[in-house]
C-alpha cells in the first residue's frame, strides 16, 4: 500500500507542476482523507494551498483535520476570512479544539473570532478540561433524545439534526437540566416493532459513564473492556456534556502506550512523531536518563574498586562481570515489563501483590537453576578445556553460577516489587523498568558475586 | 471502579450461597456483560452453571463470548443441547469461532452439531483462514444491499435482517456473485434527502478493504488510520466474505502490542494472560534468551581476558566497566526501540533508513559528547577527589570518556540499523531490541574501551 503511495505522490505532484487542474481534481476526489493528509505533508509549501483550494468543501475540511500541525498553520495563515470559515464550519468540537491547542496565539485568536458562537463556546468548553482527561477528549456534538418522545419521533430529530453529528448511532436520553438518563442506539430505533413506542420504555439505564475528569488512560481501557462505539461524559451533577467516541479511544490507546514504551527505556515522552523531532528534540528526550544512570554507576564502581584485591587475586573472575550484569538486567526486565503492561491493561491491580510475587519468585528459582546449571558446563566445557582459561577452577566455576543464580532471582523479585510499588504510590509503573532496574540489580549482584567470593575462595 | 466490584462481587456470592435467587437476578440483569464475566471468572466452579441459568438468554449469551476459555469450557459441558443450542443461536460467527479454537476437540464437536447449518459453516469458514489474516478475526454475518435498491428499500431489509448482524451501521453493496461495489452507512440511509434515491447513486465506491490474507497487525493499522467502524474482507476474485469490526481491531492492537513488547525484551510471545499464566509458563517463554544471551556473553568474556594484562597494569579501568555497558545498553535500547514503535505504527518505512540514521547519528553525537563531558568532571571529582582514588589519572579519565562517546554513538547506530534490517528482511523488528543489541554493544564498547587503553595508556 505504502509503496504504491510512493508513485502516485509523484505522479500527482507532476500534474500540479504541470497545472492540469481538472484531471487533478478528478484523482483527489477518490480518495481518502487520511492518504490525502498524507499527501499534503510531503508537499512544498507553496504547493499546499494551491492543491487544498481543488479539494471539495467537506472532504476538504475532512483532510485539514488529519494533516499535522505545520500544514494546518500554514494553510490557516494562506486562508481568506471566507475560507477559514467555511473550513471551521465542517468541524467537529473535538477536533476544532485539538488544532486551537497546537496553534501559536495569533491563530487561535483568528479561528476563534471567525468560528460561529457555538462552536466557540464548544471549543473553550473543552479546553477548560486538564490535559488528558476525558473533558479535554470528547465531543460536546451528540444526539440528546427525551424519554417521552417516541421512536417514530426520535428518527425524525436524527434525520433533521444529525448532519451535524460525529455519530448518530448512539443516541442519550436527557431529562431536566439535562441530566443523563438513558441511551438509545439507532439499532434500537430501526428495530423497534413499534414507531410508536416512547424511549423510556426501551432505553438502556445502567449506563455506563465517564466524568470529565476521568484520566484518558481509564476512557481508552473503558473503550477496549466494554467494546463501545462511544462512551457519555458526564459533570459532576451528572449532566451530559459530551460523547468520546472510539476513534479518539483508539488514539489515546497509541498514544499511552508510546509514552509507556518510551518511559520504560530511559525516555521523557516524546511531544512529536518520531520522524518531525529533530536530533536536539531527541537528546532532550533522552539525555535526562542517561546522565542519571551514567552516575548512578558510581556505585557499581565503588563497589569494584572495593574488591579490587579479590580480582588481583583472582583474574577470572572479572570476565564473568558482563554476563553476570546482562543476565541480572534481562531477567529483571522481563520481568517488570510483563507486570508494567499487565498493569497498563488492568489485568493486574495491587492487591494482586502476594500472588505476582509468589508467581515470580517460583519462576526466578526454575529460571536460576536452569541458567545456572548450563553456565557451569559451558563454563567448564568452553573457557576452561576449549579455551584453555587455567586460571578457572571448579570453585570459580561455582562462585559465578551461585551468584548467576542469586542474581536472577534478585533481578525477579525486584523487577516485580518496583513497578507494584510504583502502582501504590499513584506514580507511573513504567518508570521503574529496563534502566532502572538494572542499575540497582547490578549493585546487587556485584555484590553477591564478591562476597561469595570472598567467602568461597577465601580472598 | 475495579474496588468496588471486589464488594458487588461478595454481596452476589453471598446472595448465591443463600439462595435468594429473585433478587440475585434483579441485580444481575443490571449489570454490563463485560463486567459480569469477570464476576464469572472469579467464581466456584459449582457456582458458574447456577448463576449462569439466573440471566436472560441474550445476556447470558453475550457474557458467554466474554468469559475465560476455562469457564467457557465448563458450562459447554454442563449444558443441556437445548441450553447449547440457546446460547449458540445468540453468538456472533467470529466469536462462535475465536470459542472453537480454544476448545477441546469432543466440545467442539458438540458445539458444531448443535450450531445451525449457516453458523456452522461460517465457523468452519474462518477456521480455514491462517491464523492472525483478516480471515480468521472477521465476521461473515453483515448488511448486504443491491445497487439497485431505494433508500426507502435498504431501511426496511435493514429493519428486517439486523437482527442477526454484529453492525448495522455500515452495509456493503455487492453485485454479481457478491463482487464488493460500494459503501451505504446507516446515516447517509437516515439523512438522504428522499426515500426513493437507488443506492448506487450514494454509495461510496472508492473503498478501502483488505483481503482474507491480510495480516491482522496490518487491519489494525489501517483502523487506527482511517477510524473505520468496520473494514470490508474480499477474496482473490474481490467478492466479499466478511467484515472486521472497530473492536476486533482494538484487541488485536493490544495483542500485537503486548507481543511486541515482550519481544523487545527478550520473552517468546505468551499464549495466555498474565494471571493465568504458571511458573512453568512464565519458565518456557523466558529462559531461551536468558540462555542464549548467557552463552553469547562467552565473547565479552574472551574479551575481558585476552586484555588481562592491561587491566593488571591499571586496575582502575576494571571499575569502569559496568558505568561503559550500561550506558551503551541503554542508549542502544532508546534507539531500538523508538524505531521498532515507529515502525510498528507505520510511521516508519525501510525507504526513510537515511533520514533515520542521520538523525540518529547527531542525536549519537550531541548525547556521547555530554556524557563523556559530565563524565570527565564526575570521575575527576567524586572518584578521584572525592572518594581518593589515586589510580585514577587524567589520561584514565580521559580513555573511560573517549571510550564512553564511541560507545554511546555505536550504540545508537545498531539500535537503528538492526530494526530496520529486519524490517528488510521481513522479520520483526521487535526482536532486534534491548537483549540483542546490548549483547553486541556490550562486545563492540569493551573492545574499544581496551583499545583506548592500550594505546592512550600505552599498557
Known sequence: MAERFVLVEKALRKMLEEKKYATLRDIL??????????????????????MFRLLPKELAAETFVEMEPEAQELLIRGFSDNELK???????????????????????KRILKHADPELRSSINQILRYPENSAGSIMTTEYVSLRPTMTVGESILRIRRQGIDKETIYLCY???????????VSVRDLLL???DD??????MLTNLIYVTTQTDQEEVARMFSKYNFLALPVVDTE????????FDDAMDVMEEETTEDIELMHGMTPSEKPYMRSTPLDLFKNRIPWLMLLMVSATFTGMIITSFEDALAAQVALTSYIPMLMGTG?????QTSVTVIRALSLGELKFRDLGTVLWKELRTAVICGVTLAAACFVKIWLVD???????????????VVCVALCVTVIMAKAVGCLLPMAAKALKLDPAVMAGPFISTIVDALSLLAYFLFAQSILGL
Chains 1, 2 share one sequence.
Open 29 to 50: 476526489v477518490t480518495m481518502n482523507s487520511s492518504d490525502l493528509a498524507g499527501l499534503f505533508d510531503n508537499l512544498d509549501e507553496k504547493q499546499i494551498p494551491l
Open 86 to 108: 467555511e473550513v471551521l464550519d465542517e468541524l467537529y468540537a473535538d477536533d476544532a479544539a485539538d488544532i486551537v491547542e497546537e496553534m501559536p496565539a495569533n491563530v487561535v
Open 173 to 183: 436520553v436527557t431529562g431536566q437540566d439535562r441530566t443523563l438518563l438513558g441511551l
Open 192 to 194: 423497534a416493532e413499534d
Open 197 to 202: 413506542v416512547q424511549i423510556q420504555d426501551i
Open 238 to 245: 451528572h449532566r451530559m456534556v459530551g460523547i468520546v467516541t
Open 329 to 333: 538486567g534481562n531477567s529483571g526486565s
Open 384 to 398: 576452561r578445556t576449549l579455551l584453555g582459561n587455567e586460571n578457572i577452577t571448579v570453585m570459580v566455576d561455582l
